[in-house]
């Protein structure tokens, strides 16, 4: 892989790692429109870690004061009412369903579900989805109303995107607003509970980078990783505005022409799934 395409699916990483649409299906759907090979489920998981290191970043005020709330719940009983503190545990508690189906379906994950018939049409099932729970949300609940049971459900949601096309920022957010929770909030939680699975994903898969299927080497992973590092963080800031101020109908059309697109031109033979 040449430094331009890094470059590229850094920012196409880095645009759409936030925003409901998806990354890994655009890093599975875009070099096949380019005759490149498929980057792979590693470096895929790699770079991500990038996009998250801008949630640490962008996040570090909310991060830093959870994590110590958290910290001092364990010692003293009178904290662990705090919100703060609660929120640590709804992160933990999230982030298990996605490490155990990973662990487990990880050479099916890997293979299988980057079938671009997969990915195309689950592009457009969850778009439709989306749309759904944007629509018919009552969107009354802030994230300081979380509860335990939600932060499961959510954490289940996010499992989906196991599943290049689901959208792990685009499950979370659709749960999130089925289960009543404001645009902002829901989107909020959604970047949040990404942090394990994808900083634990990324480092786990850092050994697949120099001899793994379809490496692409240290080099161009490292130069997608800071550019996608430096286009998430811009994307973070915006989409937080674009919330809480409109709804995700952009995304649910742009979900659902990308994913007709991809199975007309697999009917058509144009490319391969």
């Known amino acids: 892989m040449d430094f331009l395409k890094a470059v590229f699916l850094g920012v196409l990483q880095g645009l759409t790692e936030f925003l409901p649409i998806s990354s890994s299906a655009h890093l599975r759907i875009f ?9 792979g489920a590693a470096f895929t998981a790699v770079i991500q ?18 994590a110590s709330m958290w910290v001092k719940s364990l010692a003293k009983p009178e904290y662990r009412g705090h919100i ?11 982030s298990v369903p996605i490490v155990i189906l990973g662990i487990f379906l990880k ?8 079938n671009l018939w997969i990915v195309g049409t689950t592009l457009i099932v969850l778009g439709v989805i989306l749309g759904i729970a944007d629509r018919m949300s009552s969107g009354e609940r802030a994230i300081k109303q979380m509860n335990l049971k939600h932060a499961g459900l959510l954490g289940f949601a996010q499992a989906c995107a196991l599943i290049p096309g689901v959208s792990r920022s685009g499950a979370t957010i659709s749960m999130g607003r089925f289960l009543g929770y404001d645009r902002e909030a829901a ?11 994808v900083v634990g994903a990324g480092l786990f898969e850092l050994k697949e980078i120099p001899h793994g299927e379809n490496s692409y080497g240290w080099g161009p992973t490292i130069t997608a990783t800071v550019v996608s590092f430096i286009v998430g963080y811009a994307a973070i800031a915006w989409l937080l505005r674009y919330v809480s101020t409109k709804s995700y109908l952009p995304f649910v059309i742009y979900r659902i022409g990308l994913g007709a697109l991809v199975l007309a031109l697999l009917a058509g033979g144009a490319i391969a799934a």
């Open 107 to 114: 050479d099916i994950i890997e293979k299988d579900f980057r």
């Open 49 to 66: 870690i990038g996009t998250e290191l801008a949630v640490l970043i962008y996040f570090r005020k909310d991060i830093w004061r959870i």
């Open 84 to 94: 703060d503190a609660r929120m640590g545990w709804y992160v933990i508690v999230g």
């Open 187 to 197: 989107t909020r939680f959604a970047f949040l509970l990404a942090i394990p699975a």
């Open 31 to 39: 070099p096949e429109f380019f005759g490149w090979e498929d980057p």
